[in-house]
């Protein structure tokens, strides 16, 4: 059966210093992969999906950026974190387009 | 207006009652419809999900899509206090951008539901 880790689950950082969260998949092969932002009384937003290896794309704007070094592994970074960047940070994978999508148990940050 | 409306409630029951959680849209290209459970701190957990219209269950859940009114529905019956969490409806449509496809999720806001013994 398939399975997503994040780490970590609980991360404080001071402003500006730089941010690496990681997702792995397991159980599957060529996974879409993505990272939401959920803040608090909120939905989730959507900010980077990928088909493949290399293959980012964002959908908003924004201080962080996203990379896909393996077929099951997805890394969320920021070189500076801003305050704003606090929230619970989410990765999920799918097996193709449009399929439902499974959801890690997600990293919380806080920003000091 | 927003592409899905979820009343966020929240929603307090007793044990055992039959719980009523729904969402309307109005993008007719979602193609997947979803209902996922979220306890406090962790992610979403998807519970069912359906492509076509009509009733699908699952032990004490069902699900139920109506296409032509553009409202889905989670059922829950015989509610235990393990129910209690926050339900989210979500539906999916395959967007292409610059050559590339992608799943795209657009969730409810949630409803936060209480299963009180």
């Known amino acids: 059966s398939q399975t997503i880790h994040q780490w970590p689950a609980t991360l404080v950082q001071p402003v500006g210093s730089p941010l690496s969260l990681e997702c792995t998949v397991e159980g599957t092969s060529n996974p879409n992969l993505y990272w939401y932002r959920q803040a608090a009384g909120r939905g989730l937003q959507l900010l980077f999906y990928s088909v493949g290896i290399g293959q980012i794309s964002s959908e908003v704007p924004q201080n962080l950026s996203a990379s896909r070094p393996q077929d099951r592994q997805f890394i969320l970074s920021s070189k500076k974190l801003l305050l704003s960047d606090s929230g619970f940070y989410l990765c999920?994978?799918?097996?193709?387009?449009?399929?439902?999508?499974?959801f890690g148990d997600g990293t919380r940050l806080s920003i000091l | 207006q927003k592409e899905v409306e979820q009343d966020p409630g929240p929603l307090s029951v007793p044990e055992g009652a039959i719980v009523s959680l729904n969402c309307t849209y109005s993008n007719s290209a979602f193609q997947y419809f979803m209902w996922y459970r979220q306890y406090s701190r962790k992610g979403p957990e998807l519970l069912m999900y359906t492509y076509s219209s009509g009733n699908k269950e699952d032990g004490r859940f069902t699900a139920q899509v109506d296409k032509s009114s553009k409202y889905i529905s989670l059922f829950i019956r015989d509610s235990q206090p393990s129910d209690s969490a926050t339900y989210l409806c979500a539906m999916s449509a395959v967007l292409s951008t610059g050559g590339t496809s992608y799943g795209k999720l657009t969730f409810g806001q949630g409803t936060i539901l209480t299963v009180h013994p």
């Open positions: 999920a994978w799918s097996a193709d387009q449009g399929q439902p999508q499974h």
